[in-house]
């Protein structure tokens, strides 16, 4: 059984930083990519970063580029999103996923996170 198990989330200024982790249990990833999407209330779920499985190649959404950076430990079987000079609108709900594909565009695996909680003050 996968588990994943989301942390890192908070309460922050804007232009403040936090660092989210996802740890995945249950079997191995390292072949696989993995990624981060977030939801904010009233709106759909939307693809922020995603990680190769070697590590090499990385995907970011444009409301984040420059700002969020994805790592990944394929060792610990967790992923990281780092994440600098937040806003408010950066606010919500986000979402590990593991198990995807990196060509072009992210497309996810089956596999998600609970979710952990991003609010940005103004």
């Known amino acids: 059984q996968v588990q994943l198990v989301e942390s890192g989330g908070g309460l922050v200024q804007a232009g403040g930083s936090l660092r989210l982790s996802c740890a995945a249990s249950?079997?191995?990833?390292?072949?696989?990519?993995m990624g981060w999407f977030r939801q904010a209330p009233g709106k759909e779920r939307e693809f922020v970063a995603a990680?190769?499985?070697?590590?090499?190649?990385?995907l970011y959404a444009d409301s984040v580029k420059g700002r969020f950076t994805i790592s990944r430990d394929s060792a610990k079987n967790t992923v990281y999103l780092q994440m600098n000079s937040l806003k408010p609108e950066d606010t919500a709900v986000y979402y590990c996923n593991v198990g995807g594909k990196l060509s072009g565009r992210y497309y996810p695996g089956n596999y998600w996170g609970q979710g952990t909680q991003v609010t940005v003050s103004s």
């Open positions: 990680i190769s499985w070697s590590g090499g190649s990385t």
């Open positions: 249950g079997r191995t990833f390292s072949s696989a990519a």
